[in-house]
């Protein structure tokens, strides 16, 4: 797929370019994005580099990931990552990460909506997943805020650093922003 920018009110996400390698190592070494995301730890300058100029290249290419960038304004500094990851045909993933200076701003949520209404609108998917280890509040209130409905956990769900672990599993649908979905959903009725 082509890569593609995309826009809020105060940010713009775009794919990741060599220019953010700096900004993607130096957010990287927080303690919390490490313990809670699949970056490697220890991060170093080489998973960096090859983040930018191989990996969210490649996602984009194969159509497996969207990784973007969240920057506050063109110019501006990185804030966040945020990735719609592909599992199958009927299974789309958000994942992300906020750079610690500029947490609690909003700025998540924004950029999660805006890959959400992006993925409903110009890649007609149905359901979007959300999944985090379960302890991670951070992660959950922000899908919470993006209207995310929580509904479960997984035991064993995810896998982090060699360990499965269990995760809370939470979607949103298309309805939830206000959008038409592209094929008819069918909530079973009542009995």
Known sequence: ME???????????RPFVLADEAEV???AQDPDI???TLVP?????????????ETAPGGWRAGTAFPFAVRLG???????????????AESYEVGYWAVKEHRGRGYMTEAVLAVARWAFTELG???????????????????EKAGFQVEGLLRAGIIQRGTYRDCWIGALL??????????????PTAA
Request: glycine share 8%; hydrophobic share 40%; aromatic share 8%.
């Open 174 to 187: 298309p309805s939830d922003l206000g959008l038409t979905p592209a094929m008819p959903y069918l909530p």
């Open 25 to 27: 190592y130096a957010a």
């Open 41 to 53: 730890s220890p991060y170093k300058k080489e998973d960096a580099h090859t983040w930018v100029t």
């Open 34 to 36: 490490q313990r809670w």
């Open 74 to 88: 063109a110019a501006g500094p990185l804030v966040a990552s945020v990735g719609l990851h592909v599992h199958s």
């Open 125 to 143: 998917i149905g359901r979007l997943e959300w999944r985090a280890e379960v302890g991670n509040t951070g992660s959950r209130a922000v899908a």
């Open 3 to 13: 890569p593609t920018t995309l826009s809020t009110d105060r940010l713009v996400l």
